[in-house]
């Protein structure tokens, strides 16, 4: 089945080249990854005294959700090198403003055999760290082929991606079953990873490292934030988070509605994709709003309505601000987005209907009573506007809210005590 898999992946390479291509119109990044995706031209790999350790965080969200454990890391193994491989553009132009040139970086190979042989030739990694559920047949299979452990953080596994892998069972069984570690978010996550072949021992329910918020990082931040744009902190503001194509017109739409009963609320717009920042501003504009967009460092004054925010690593931070925050691709059938920063600083969280991407934690915090779920512009206003409204309830939620992400903090630590033990010598 492996050698039926990588044939098929052979013949559709110059499918996938032509996509990266055609999205390159939009951001040029896709092609100057081309070379790297087929297992050609890495940056030099400087030597070291010990094997280097490989995480493969696909985009954004999980290349912010690995970052601790990554400064963890660094510290405590100087003496090995890190090399973070993305997927995305904008993933691998976050691994850039977080570690710099404290990490090697380059960008995660097609699954395809040779491809993944020369990465493997090239970098010589010592172990694989799999951010979440990233897994490729060949890149895990050629890893363990080599003697390297490979390991699983911060794993989840839906409902819907195990029966997938169970109908290919004959190529996901070998892949599941050599994964050395896998550390799960969730006891359901634990049960699919071993109803797949990953032995029981080699599982360990830790929970999920995006509990881990540091919100006083995030305070300070925002501090520094309000300071440079000179955001009035007493103005009420609606957060909408990584919104998709189709849900900044609905935002735009119940922000207008808003605006009937709070008359200086702000809004704080970020496009899940910075490339779209053009098309996002012109919508508001049309709209009859006055934008100012974050990278343009200009104050941000009681006239203006919508801060456009176009910068990558301050979503976080812009949120503590927000008295209420929309979590965006859950309007649309993208399944959603983390809403943990939100609530672990207090900040009550409105999302909409496809929610599967995050649905345990979604519905957690509905019953804690921290969020609300839409379906729709008029019970998205509702539930904003309950939300902007000032009074006991309003309190309880944000109380509510924090208190849930305090209770389940802790699974970056226990990651980086199991991979102490995996990486002792």
């Known amino acids: 089945m492996l050698t039926l898999y990588s044939w098929v992946l052979r013949c559709l390479v110059p499918v996938f080249v032509l996509r990266l291509l055609w999205r390159s119109r939009h951001h040029r990044g896709y092609r100057r990854a081309l070379a790297q ?37 660094l510290i405590t193994y100087p003496e090995r090198r890190i090399l973070i491989t993305s997927t995305t553009p904008t993933g691998a132009e976050q691994v850039q403003r977080l570690f710099g040139e404290r990490v090697d970086r380059c960008w ?12 493997l030739g090239h970098w010589q990694p010592g172990i694989l760290l799999l951010a979440e ?24 596994l839906s409902e819907r991606s195990a ?37 029981a021992q080699q599982i360990r329910v830790v929970g999920s490292v995006k509990f881990d ?45 808003l605006r009937a009963y ?15 920042t053009a098309n996002v501003r012109k919508a508001a504009i049309d709209d009859g709003w ?37 979590v965006g ?37 509905l019953e804690v009573g921290a969020s609300q779920r839409v379906a729709d512009v008029p019970s998205l206003v509702s539930a904003l506007q309950r939300w902007l409204s000032v009074g006991d309830e309003v309190m309880q939620a944000e109380q509510a809210a924090r208190d849930f992400v305090a209770a389940r903090t802790g699974a970056t630590e226990r990651q980086i005590q199991w991979l102490g033990e995996l990486l002792a010598p």
Not at 180 to 195: E, I, P
Request: glycine share 8%; hydrophobic share 45%.
């Open 133 to 156: 559920t990233e897994l490729w047949p060949n890149s895990v299979l050629q890893t363990r082929a080599r003697q390297v452990p490979v390991v699983v953080l911060n794993a989840r």
């Open 37 to 73: 995706r087929l297992g050609y031209r890495y940056p030099l790999a400087e030597p070291t005294t010990q094997p280097r350790i490989w995480l493969h965080a696909v985009s954004v969200g999980e290349t912010l959700a690995m970052a601790p454990l990554v400064e963890n890391l």
């Open 213 to 257: 918020v540091n919100v006083a990082k995030l305070q300070a931040h925002a501090k520094a934030l309000a300071d440079e744009l000179s955001l009035d902190v007493n103005r009420p503001y609606l957060m909408a988070a990584s919104t998709h194509p189709g849900e900044e017109a609905l935002v735009l739409e119940a922000f207008g509605k």
């Open 290 to 326: 006055r934008v100012v967009t974050r990278s343009s460092s200009t104050a941000f004054s009681a006239s203006d309505d919508v801060l456009l925010i176009d910068t990558l690593g301050e979503l976080g931070a812009f949120t503590g601000l927000a008295s209420v925050a929309f």
């Open 108 to 119: 995660m190979p097609f699954d395809t055999p040779g491809a993944i042989r020369r990465f």
């Open 329 to 365: 691709g859950s309007l649309v059938v993208h399944g959603g987005h983390n809403p943990l920063e939100a609530a672990g600083q207090g900040v009550p969280t409105v999302f909409g209907p496809h929610t599967f991407n995050f649905e345990v934690i979604c519905e957690q915090l």
């Open 262 to 276: 709070f008359s200086d609320l702000g809004l704080l717009l970020a496009p899940r994709h910075p490339n779209r």
């Open 163 to 199: 029966h997938g892998y169970a109908r290919i069972r004959a190529l996901s069984q070998p892949v599941f079953s050599a994964l050395t570690a896998v550390a799960c978010q969730q006891q359901a996550d634990a049960d699919r990873f071993q109803g797949l072949g990953t032995p």
